[in-house]
T-cell receptor
Framework: GAVVSQHPSRVICKSGTSVKIECRSLDFQATTMFWYRQFPKKSLMLMATSNEGSKATYEQGVEKDKFLINHASLTLSTLTVTSAHPEDSSFYIC??????????????FGPGTRLTVL | DQQVKQNSPSLSVQEGRISILNCDYTNSMFDYFLWYKKYPAEGPTFLIS?????DKNEDGRFTVFLNKSAKHLSLHIVPSQPGDSAVYFCAQGGYNKLIFGAGTRLAVHP
């Protein structure tokens, strides 16, 4: 149980285009989903917290107009990188907290999406 | 400035011996700490956690120690197995947020 999927696993796009990444909780309901970004040999950096049915909360320094987050249902959150540039190339990981649990350790991670912007 | 630091980017240990992964933090506001394990091309998986009311938590081969005065925690794996080879992240968390260290790559060799 507690499986989180991400789609696509890899995407290559041209500079200036937009890319959508999906994060799904497959066997549980997630009121809260998180989006992280990982640079090579760096830690996971929290970008935003997404609550179902409300606007996402962005971390300081993260452009909300560039990284659009939608959490329309209890099992799906999407991250859209708009007008992508090469510096947006990174590994994006989502996680989801089980609605039934209030513990921090009940945050389940997806496998990540490797974005390369040419 | 990093709030959670893992100063050793890599560690190599012989199978059967103890692996000790270290983590330092600067902010005492959040009182819960977690260790995650990550294989390549996969998301992190939860390993073990500890709250600040404890100084030790054990789960099978994995033990986490917390030294609040030194703002330091460590993960001990004993005995180490080749399947333990992965990147280990420590994280500090309040209710709605996790702050991760940069990770330590553990290699367990025969």
């Amino acid at each position: 149980g507690a499986v989180v999927s991400q789609h696509p696993s890899r995407v290559i796009c041209k500079s200036g285009t937009s890319v959508k990444i999906e994060c799904r909780s497959l066997d549980f309901q997630a009121t809260t989903m998180f989006w992280y970004r990982q640079f090579p040999k760096k830690s996971l950096m929290l970008m935003a917290t997404s609550n179902e049915g409300s606007k996402a909360t962005y971390e300081q320094g993260v452009e909300k107009d560039k990284f659009l987050i939608n959490h329309a249902s209890l099992t799906l959150s999407t991250l859209t990188v708009t007008s992508a540039h090469p510096e947006d190339s990174s590994f994006y990981i989502c996680s989801a907290r089980d609605k039934a649990s209030g513990h921090y350790n009940e945050q389940f991670f997806g496998p990540g999406t490797r974005l390369t912007v040419l | 400035d990093q709030q959670v630091k893992q100063n050793s980017p890599s560690l190599s240990v012989q199978e059967g011996r103890i692996s000790i992964l270290n983590c330092d933090y600067t902010n005492s506001m959040f009182d819960y700490f977690l260790w995650y394990k990550k294989y390549p091309a996969e998301g992190p998986t939860f390993l073990i956690s500890i709250s600040s009311i404890k100084d030790k938590n054990e789960d099978g081969r994995f033990t986490v120690f917390l030294n609040k005065s030194a703002k330091h925690l460590s993960l001990h794996i004993v005995p180490s197995q080749p399947g333990d080879s992965a990147v280990y992240f420590c994280a500090q968390g309040g209710y709605n947020k996790l702050i991760f260290g940069a990770g330590t790559r553990l290699a367990v060799h025969p």
